[in-house]
């Protein structure tokens, strides 16, 4: 039996970013295999590509309603600077410290879907002003400066371990089966892909489509305000110059993984596969040891590209 064009095609491009994964991991495995193919590598990549995979869950909701987030890595500043507030040994609880950061981040969030669902101010605008606001909200509550000397309980979030998986990693995993069952298992998914897949429809068919959308860019400051806490926990430091570019690398990694621009296309496995083949990237170079000014370029290259995709597969359609 032998298979047609069409099939090869459409096969090609359904799977087509497990392949680019797969594809890579065998080039670097070529090039680097002693160095690669290692268990603690594939530890790193993940553990390195946490912060920025679990922002990327949120912004995959703001897509598929045929939105954005650019305000992602100001927030993440923002974020870890009250999070290292907190944090200190012997001031407040571990619980504390990372409900009052997550419900800071939920807050800038919310304020972007208001701005967006009832201000009707386009997504980019909206976040645009969000990124300068958060990013100047960070550098005023840390006077500019770094911010250190945290809990052992806080630390352990960004540095332990149970076994031989990194607590980053355990906690990537809880959002990407919490992002999961929202987005896919829940009637409030299908209303998020409803709205981006025809917003008049939804409010036809009854959707509250205002509180929607807030609610999407609500969860996109919740998983950005966890983002957040791993990297602070990690880095053991609160810096409010934190996260420039994290927002455009959660962007693409969305879109690499098949959320559109248009809307009402995305699955949260896809954005998993975008972070690791971010994270792949990302490793790979620096194995090769290429200049990180060439690996800015790649990346703003990969960016383009992605998005070029999209527009190409959306054409198709």
């Known amino acids: 039996m032998t298979l047609s064009k069409e099939k090869v095609s459409a096969f090609v491009s359904k799977y087509s970013m497990y392949l680019i994964l797969v594809g890579m991991i065998i080039i670097m495995s070529v090039l680097k295999g002693e160095n690669f193919n290692t268990w603690n590598n594939y530890r790193n990549i993940i553990r390195q590509m946490t912060p920025i995979g679990i922002m990327a869950l949120g912004v995959t909701f703001c897509i598929i309603t045929e939105g954005t987030d650019l305000s992602g890595g100001s927030v993440i500043a923002m974020?870890?600077?009250?999070?290292?507030?907190?944090?200190?040994?012997?001031?407040?609880?571990?619980?504390?410290?990372?409900?009052?950061?997550?419900?800071?981040?939920?807050?800038?969030?919310?304020?972007?879907?208001?701005?967006?669902?009832?201000g009707k101010v386009p997504p980019f605008?909206?976040?645009?002003?969000?990124?300068?606001?958060?990013?100047?909200?960070?550098?005023l509550l840390s006077d500019g400066k770094p911010i250190?000397?945290?809990s052992g309980g806080f630390k352990f979030?960004?540095?332990g371990s149970i076994g031989i998986v990194p607590m980053p990693v355990i906690v990537f995993a809880i959002c990407c089966?919490?992002?999961?069952?929202?987005?896919?298992?829940?009637?409030y998914g299908a209303y998020i892909y409803a709205i981006g897949g025809n917003e008049n429809a939804a409010i036809v068919s009854g959707v509250n489509v205002k509180s929607m959308k807030m609610s999407a860019y609500a969860l996109a400051g919740m998983f950005t305000a966890?983002?957040?806490?791993?990297?602070?926990?990690?880095?053991?430091?609160g810096q409010p110059q934190m996260g420039v570019g994290y927002d455009m690398e959660a962007i693409t990694c969305a879109i690499i993984g098949g959320t559109s621009f248009s809307g009402g296309i995305g699955t949260i496995s896809g954005t998993i596969v975008g972070a690791l083949i971010m994270g792949v990237l990302a490793n790979g170079m620096t194995m090769l040891q290429v200049n990180p000014n060439w690996q800015m370029v790649v990346k703003g290259v990969v960016i383009v590209l992605a998005v070029l995709l999209d527009m190409y597969k959306n054409r198709k359609k």
């Open 79 to 118: 974020c870890s600077v009250v999070a290292a507030h907190m944090a200190h040994p012997g001031e407040f609880s571990l619980i504390v410290t990372i409900l009052v950061t997550v419900l800071a981040g939920i807050l800038a969030g919310s304020i972007n879907g208001a701005v967006i669902a009832y």
């Open 125 to 139: 605008i909206a976040t645009l002003g969000m990124m300068s606001a958060a990013r100047g909200a960070a550098m």
């Open 148 to 150: 250190s000397n945290f």
């Open 157 to 159: 979030i960004g540095g």
């Open 177 to 187: 089966i919490i992002a999961y069952i929202l987005l896919q298992k829940t009637k």
């Open 226 to 237: 966890i983002g957040a806490i791993v990297l602070t926990a990690r880095q053991e430091s």
